[in-house]
């Protein structure tokens, strides 16, 4: 037994906790707790990787015999530990890069007391070993999501992003914890291992188990925000651009991929949700890709294209291939950090100018943010040999083998991803400066740059081995589809050759489409929805406060009330002749009712 797997677990919550009770004034401090605790994190988990067998104690929890038993434990297989590397180190990163860019912060050391808390909940989903676990470390990703985003909480902008977030993923959860009663009520289990001996009491009903594993699949939809509830990721923006780096590189969205292909043995045994979910991720995919290229601002572009190669990685698992899917997340995990974090880099420098029509020539001014960012873009978009050319490669491949119209979509996406990519780059650090600050800025700190680095070389670098694990664990999709990785290629020329040809010395988008601007109106729709609800459910709890509640409940008891109250009053007239007449009547009755009853 190890107590490593606690360590990396239990460091990121010391150090929330010792922040916000201790040194939450001292802000240099808190920074300094927060990245110590996340590299003990980092350290302890590269050793368990190395470590070919490993395990921890296990805690007793909830224990009802004969009913439910929820321990705390880990699981440690190869999945498990190479997303503790993965978090821990895309998270120590973010961490280092934070303290340049969060250095003049009046809420420096409130963010990274969340920053840390952040890191406790992804790390418990990854080492979760049982269902309930599971989901309170999910929820717990939800409340730190919602703290992050709205970080800079006197902006309403950010204060209403924190709230879409919140709710949003609270109806995905909501099926999630359905389908994980639903599981547990047939199999009388929660935890991994002991669910799937029992398996066979769940797929003996096929209409059960597509049930189950849709309301589990809810959950990742909203947490890898997959089409209809994607509409919170782009918003998630309002936050500070290493939390965007965090939420869409290595922990929140990377949550509902990972949670998919860790209960893969309940996904897969359903094809028609596995249908589903592939159908889900693919039109998440092109939807993404289209809205991306008529958006204007640095940071939604990005969101955009988390959103469509989170569509990507959907796709695989609904395609039956969890390889793939962790595959492109891992590979995503890099490039996407490094763009979010050089798009960073970008905006200090401008002041926080977000519009890529008042940027232009950045190249000059900041040379090695362009080379890494550029870096990033290309393995974004599938260059070779870049890390993002093989793992996109991997799920196309799979796409053409097993579902044509699939494979369409997914190529026109990776068209897409090359054109809104490249148009971003060329507006943004070719050409002549559009603004003021544009012509002024400077690189950023040393401590922002160390990580972009880092980060260009695993997005030039980290495909290679983890390209040849995968195609050993499936090598006759490789057999069948040699020539996807031409098509993808010629797919990812024609798009940046586009972009370059029509945007390069452009002073605005000489392109506008409202339905992209406008996100496909989803936004529109979304808040029709909700007046209408609302107005609708105001008007029916507005009758039955008047007419039931009030009329009958409230003024009919008060109204009974008063009437008899004035009858008894009527008696009480305070004459003793008319209360011996009364008295009498009452002696007749009682004589009467003796007698004759």
């Known amino acids: 037994m190890s107590v490593l797997p606690w360590l990396v677990l239990l460091a990121p919550l010391a150090s929330a906790v010792i922040i916000a009770l201790l040194t939450r004034r001292a802000h240099s401090l808190s920074a300094v707790i927060s990245v110590v605790a996340v590299l003990i994190s980092f350290i302890c988990s590269c050793t368990i990787f190395a470590k070919p067998e490993i395990s921890a104690t296990e805690i007793p929890w909830i224990e009802i015999r004969g009913f439910l038993r929820v321990p705390i434990g880990f699981t440690l297989d190869s999945l498990s530990k190479t997303m503790l590397v993965l978090v821990s180190g895309v998270g120590a990163l973010i961490h280092i890069y934070s303290l340049g860019y969060m250095r003049d912060d009046r809420g420096k050391s409130r963010y990274f007391a969340s920053l840390s808390l952040f890191m406790f909940s992804m790390l418990g989903i990854v080492l979760a070993g049982n269902f309930v676990m599971m989901f309170v470390f999910w929820e717990l990703v ?75 699949f809810c959950g990742a939809v909203g947490k890898s925000a997959q089409f209809p509830l994607h509409v919170w990721l782009p918003d998630a923006m309002e936050g500070p651009t290493p939390i965007s780096a965090l939420i869409h590189a290595a922990t929140m969205v ?70 793939a899917a962790m595959f492109h997340l891992f590979t995503h995990a890099f490039f996407k950090a490094l763009l979010f974090l050089g798009a960073g880099s970008v905006l200090v420098a401008l002041h926080h100018e977000q519009d890529i029509w008042k940027m232009g020539g ?28 093989f793992s996109k490669d991997a799920i196309l491949s799979l796409a053409y083998n097993r579902n044509p119209t699939i494979f369409a979509l997914a190529l026109l996406t990776a068209f897409l991803t090359a054109f809104y990519m490249m148009r971003l780059f060329v507006v943004v650090f070719f050409g002549k400066p559009r603004s003021s600050v544009a012509r002024t800025s400077r690189e950023a700190p040393t401590s922002m740059l160390i990580p972009l680095v880092v980060l260009a070389v695993l997005a030039l670098i980290g495909g290679f081995n983890f390209f040849a694990r995968h195609f050993l664990t499936v090598p006759h999709e490789r057999d069948a589809a040699q020539f996807v990785p031409g098509l993808a290629l010629v797919a990812m020329l024609v798009g940046a050759t586009g972009a370059i040809f029509l945007y390069r010395g452009r002073e605005s988008d000489p ?87």
């Open 142 to 216: 939800g409340l730190c999501s919602y703290l992050l985003i709205g970080h800079w909480f006197e902006r309403d902008s950010a204060a209403d992003a924190a709230k879409k977030a919140f709710i949003t993923n609270r109806i995905g959860d909501f099926g999630f914890m359905l389908g994980i009663l639903m599981v547990w009520g047939a199999t009388g289990s929660v935890v991994f291992d002991d669910i799937v001996p029992q398996l066979w009491r769940v797929t003996s009903n096929p209409t059960f188990l597509t049930t189950c594993v849709l309301l589990i």
């Open 254 to 323: 990377a949550a509902g991929v990972y949670m998919l292909v860790r209960v893969g043995f309940l996904v897969q045994a359903s094809p028609d949700a596995l249908c589903v979910i592939a159908w889900i991720g693919t039109i998440t995919a092109v939807i993404a890709a289209l809205i991306a290229t008529q958006q204007d601002d640095i940071k939604r572009i990005l969101a955009y294209s988390t959103l469509s190669q989170l569509g990507y990685m959907i796709m695989a698992v609904g395609l039956a291939s969890g390889e």
């Open 362 to 389: 950045q190249g000059r001014n900041l040379f090695l943010t362009f080379i890494t960012f550029g870096v990033g873009m290309l393995a974004l978009i599938g260059c070779p040999p870049f890390a993002g050319f």
């Open 511 to 597: 392109f506008s489409f409202a339905i992209l601007r406008k996100k496909f109106y989803f936004d529109e729709f979304y808040r029709a929805l909700i007046n209408a609800t609302q107005e609708l459910l105001a008007r029916i709890s507005a009758f039955i406060d008047r007419w039931v509640i009030d009329a009958t409940a409230v003024r009919g008891t008060s109204g009974a009330t008063w009437s008899l109250g004035a009858l008894l009053r009527l008696m009480q007239v305070g004459n003793l002749q008319a209360y011996a007449f009364i008295f009498g009547l009452g002696i007749v009755w009682i004589i009467y009712f003796a007698l004759f009853r």
